[in-house]
């Protein structure tokens, strides 16, 4: 049996109450049902004459934006000819006059089950803005893909708030978006009216794999189910001068740079318990992004027992392996960085900067860990009250 999504309990079944309201509808290409149907397509069938107003998230309505830091522009979709507003252009906040249009806001985006994927915030965003205007919000809900059983990193340190981290949360944070929107609204007093639509079928160990569901790719690099799982790990590379595989078939997946000696780093990572992955080493050129036409040393992660591997962890000592043997060719990257101008990308990403001066430093990785534990416990405690599914 397979994980019925939000949507399509939603579809299946409105509230009487949504009739005759205007409706509102966040979404991009990943926001589809299991026969790859649209939401947007399913609602105007469903619910004729009531979408009056659309919103699209980081990489534009279609996905199409490859980069950070790439805006897209208000358009008019050619469909159903209601405006398209760009919640990552000119502004990431909804304006009033966005707002206008609608009674109800409808949610309905894929997350990656990382603190770092801009998705979330744009909702939190979204769910303030339904607080100030007095709206109303649904959320759609969809699989956490990497699992809601496990929980991973650090929690952001609040003085590294940003786009790429609002609350206090860890890494991997073992939510799905729905369960993450109760939280944002509840515990961090947003207090708008907000309303879930459960997944069916779904529990907490399930990887996306298990769910029966078709992979869209929610933004241009992660384009499967593989580069979602390495993602909470493979992302801190976007805070230095190492490729995290962008302008390959395979971001995330593959990282490298001109200067990587493969032997001396597998050498080093020989020495600690990595488990559940293999670092297979790999040459690779980038179409674009960083060394872009040159040719790259590194790795691609394979993944051999889904069950232990640590992304987070496992990157971190990847990159500490490269400091410590290219110190004087690794760099961190300058600003800006998710439309952050002055604190270092890298520091935003991890979200302590703490951590990143003790990597920098060769401190013990085990005791850095160890150093989150409690946050992250806390963390957990919290989260659970949320949870919609066992």
Known sequence: ??????????????????????????????????????????????????????????????????????????????????????????????????FDPIDILIIDLQDAGTRVYTFIYTMAYCLEAAQKY????????????????????????????????????????????????????????????????????????????????????????????????????????????????????????????????????LSTLSQHEIPGVLFRPVMFEPTSNKWKEKQCCGFQLHITELPVFQPYITSLRLLQAIINHHRDNFQWKPPPYEYEYHRFPIDLIIGDKKIRRCIENLDNLDEIVQAWQPSMNGFKEISRQFYLYS
Request: glycine content about 8%.
């Open 134 to 265: 007095g709206k109303k919000v649904i959320v759609l809900d969809r699989p956490n893909p990497i699992n809601g059983a496990v929980i991973e990193g650090n929690c952001l340190a609040p003085e590294y708030a940003s786009f790429v981290g609002r609350y206090p949360i860890p890494m991997r944070h073992g939510l799905t978006i729905g369960e993450l929107a109760l939280l944002f609204n509840t515990h961090f007093k947003i207090n708008c009216e907000l309303e879930v639509v459960a997944l069916t079928g779904w529990n907490r160990k399930m990887y996306f794999a298990d769910t029966g569901l078709p992979w869209v790719p929610p933004s241009p690099n992660l384009p499967t189910p593989s580069s979602a799982i390495v993602y909470p790990g493979q992302v801190i590379w976007e805070g230095t001068n190492i490729s995290e595989g962008r302008g390959t078939t395979q971001p995330f997946e593959l990282c490298g740079a001109p200067f990587i000696d493969t032997e001396l780093i």
């Open 1 to 98: 049996m397979r994980v019925h999504s939000g949507l399509e309990n939603f579809i299946t079944s409105p509230p009487s109450w949504v009739q005759g309201c205007r409706l509102g509808l966040l979404c991009n290409p990943a926001s589809v049902d299991a026969k790859l149907r649209h939401v947007r397509d399913l609602i105007a069938c469903k619910l004729p004459g009531h979408l009056t107003a659309m919103y699209s998230p980081q990489h534009g309505f279609h996905a199409e934006k490859q980069d950070n830091m790439i805006a897209s522009d208000d358009m008019i979709d050619p469909v159903l000819k209601i405006p398209v507003f760009s919640l990552y252009g000119t502004t990431r906040i909804p304006t009033k006059r966005m």
